[in-house]
């Protein structure tokens, strides 16, 4: 089944632990992206990746990691979560590496994460 | 900043009813629109998208609005469901980055 997969879906952490979240898609999709989801202001891109190795700061990056060393990886790394990054995250990827310059837009969205950081 | 945002967090209507859900944008660089549909405990799924050079696009049951001249989108959906209950987000994207903003949400209800 063609899907992206995110692990966990469910986390309790304490500040400063380091800790990351996996994002996996068995779709050979060029790119991927992360977000986070909170009340009131909706969806903000994190990071996102248009191919290997290749990533860029989307409008939310502070606090944040991303890598990109295999096409269906991508994970999401906080490397001293704080609070104020406890929300939904979402991971998500498009079929072409291009997609910025084509018209195929469907973003394929995992599951989701719920991560509290306490 | 750049910024998409939705005139109104709820829209109830009746099951049966045409739903409209609209959409404000303030990025006239933006290439593309894109109405996302999420479900209570699941990741936002792919509606429809409209490039910025159309001003209509139908697909089923579902017809996106753009109209630039007042930087405004629409969702329409025909016959509505309660299977269409959710929340609705529209996006915008410029074609030569990978970059996504999202408005804020619409939540749909439809009453039987």
């Known amino acids: 089944e063609a899907q992206v997969t995110q692990n966990p879906r469910y986390l309790i952490t304490v500040t400063g632990k380091k800790l990351t979240v996996t994002c996996s898609q068995n779709m050979n999709h060029e790119y991927m992206s992360w977000y986070r989801q909170d009340p009131g202001l909706g969806l903000r891109q994190i990071y996102y990746s248009m191919n290997v190795e290749v990533t860029d700061k989307g409008d939310v990056p502070e606090g944040y990691k991303v890598s990109r060393k295999e096409k269906r990886n991508f994970p999401l790394i906080l490397e001293s979560p704080s609070p104020n990054q406890t929300s939904l995250y979402f991971c998500?990827?498009?079929?072409?590496?291009?997609?910025?310059?084509?018209?195929?837009?469907?973003?394929?969205f995992g599951p989701g994460t719920r991560l509290t950081v306490l | 900043g750049e910024s998409v945002g939705l005139h109104l967090p709820t829209l109830s209507v009746q099951e049966g009813d045409n739903s409209i859900i609209n959409c404000a944008y303030s990025?006239?660089?933006?290439?593309?629109f894109i109405w996302y549909k999420q479900e209570s405990g699941k990741g936002p799924q792919f509606i429809i998208d409209?490039?910025?050079?159309?001003d209509k696009r139908q697909g089923q049951r579902v017809t996106v609005l753009l109209n630039k001249t007042v930087k405004h989108l629409s969702l329409q959906i025909a016959a509505t469901q309660p299977g269409d209950s959710a929340v609705y987000f529209c996006?915008?994207?410029?074609?030569?980055?990978?970059?996504?903003?999202f408005g804020q949400g619409t939540t749909l209800q439809v009453k039987p």
């Open positions: 990025n006239s660089a933006s290439d593309y």
């Open positions: 998500a990827s498009i079929p072409s590496g291009t997609s910025g310059l084509s018209s195929y837009n469907e973003q394929f």
């Open positions: 409209i490039r910025s050079n159309m």
């Open positions: 996006a915008e994207k410029t074609s030569n980055t990978g970059k996504l903003i």
